[in-house]
């Protein structure tokens, strides 16, 4: 069974701070989400990554194959942004997806 | 383009009542269903899937049971709910061999 650890558990920064999420997890996998939900709990799909970076927007994800991690930024961070945000890692089919416990970030004016 | 719909939104139930979640999508065929839930304070957990109609698998023992009764629709369902079924149910769905997953706004069910 894979482990996920996310680190922090809470964040709370500043508007236009820069954010680091952190990923780890223990087998290897086929692919890693990042996931973002807001209160109310819809959960919304950020990123979905294989292999290196993606970027969209002021959001950019990385991951290490190699070392079994991954990371989300948030550059220029915004309140907006403040939400729990999700790591999950798929190993095999997509039946097999194991969560973290999520990062919840508070962006504060 | 595609869609997921899941009802309802909030619902708060009596211990020993039934329940029934709908979720539907729409602008696919065949789509893999997932029903997972957020117990308070932890991650998410899957409870079932579906690569099919009909088709239904358990990856935890509970008092839950689903159902795939037309090929986008899934329906998660409870005879008598416990205290411990509280929790945010989310429903999802990907195309058969894709990894990219779609997810339901969510139903937040309190037990009491």
């Known amino acids: 069974k894979n482990e996920v650890e996310q680190s922090p558990q809470n964040l709370t920064a500043q508007e236009g701070e820069f954010i680091t999420i952190n990923c780890s997890y223990s087998v290897g996998i086929s692919a890693l989400h990042w996931l973002q939900q807001h209160p109310g709990g819809g959960i919304v799909s950020l990123f979905m990554l294989s292999s290196g970076k993606k970027k969209h927007g002021r959001l950019i994800a990385t991951i290490n194959i190699q070392e079994k991690h991954s990371s989300l930024h948030i550059t220029a961070s915004h309140p907006r942004d403040s939400a729990v945000y999700i790591c999950a890692v798929m190993t095999g089919t997509a039946s097999k997806l194991t969560f973290g416990t999520g990062t919840r970030l508070q962006v504060t004016l | 383009s595609q869609t997921i719909h899941q009802w309802p939104a909030t619902l708060v139930q009596p211990v020993g009542s039934p329940l029934s979640l709908e979720c539907t999508v729409e602008?696919?065929?065949?789509?893999?269903l997932y029903w997972y839930r957020q117990a308070a304070g932890r991650g998410l957990q899957l409870l079932f899937y579906?690569?099919?109609?009909?088709?239904i698998s358990s990856e935890v023992p509970q008092n839950l049971s689903a159902s795939r009764p037309q090929d986008r629709q899934f329906i998660l369902s409870s005879k008598k709910l416990l205290l411990s079924d509280s929790g945010f149910y989310l429903c999802?769905?990907?195309?058969?061999?894709?990894?990219?997953?779609?997810f339901g706004s969510g139903t937040q069910l309190s037990v009491l």
């Open positions: 999802a769905w990907n195309r058969q061999r894709s990894e990219k997953l779609f």
């Open positions: 602008g696919t065929s065949n789509p893999n």
């Open positions: 579906s690569v099919g109609i009909g088709q």
